[in-house]
Nanobody
Framework: QVQPVESGGGLVQAGGSLRLSCTAS????????MGWFRQAPGKEREFVAA????????YYADSVKGRFTISRDSAKNTVYLQMNSLKPEDTAVYSC???????????WGQGTQVTVSS
């Protein structure tokens, strides 16, 4: 397996929560930064959150700050995106990315659909 694989998407009502997972095997997980991006219909892909190789530093888009939390579990080769207080405008395909440093993404997953109903 080369590409990261996302899971956990689905349909949720506004105000609800979802947790996305992204498993990246085939490489030494702890040497890679991980990020989450999303793309809504008719819009460009946008950055959501990122986490450094050790998990000691995180970054968030202003639109999700305080509602989403990114974390990683190196023992499971998995990065998570906990999404709380979801809004209809959070509806998008969420993809994870893997790179040797934050901001330079080398590998991308296929994405998982998140739909938030009003």
């Amino acid at each position: 397996q080369v590409q990261p694989v996302e899971s956990g998407g689905g349909l949720v009502q506004a105000g609800g929560s979802l947790r996305l997972s992204c498993t990246a095997s085939g490489r030494t997980f702890s040497t890679y930064a991980m990020g989450w991006f999303r793309q809504a219909p008719g819009k460009e892909r946008e950055f959501v959150a990122a986490i450094g190789r050790t998990g000691g530093i995180t970054y968030y888009a202003d639109s999700v700050k305080g509602r989403f939390t990114i974390s990683r579990d190196s023992a499971k080769n998995t990065v998570y995106l906990q999404m709380n207080s979801l809004k209809p405008e959070d509806t998008a395909v969420y993809s994870c990315a893997q790179g040797l440093r934050v901001g330079i993404w080398d590998y991308w997953g296929q994405g998982t659909q998140v739909t938030v109903s009003s």
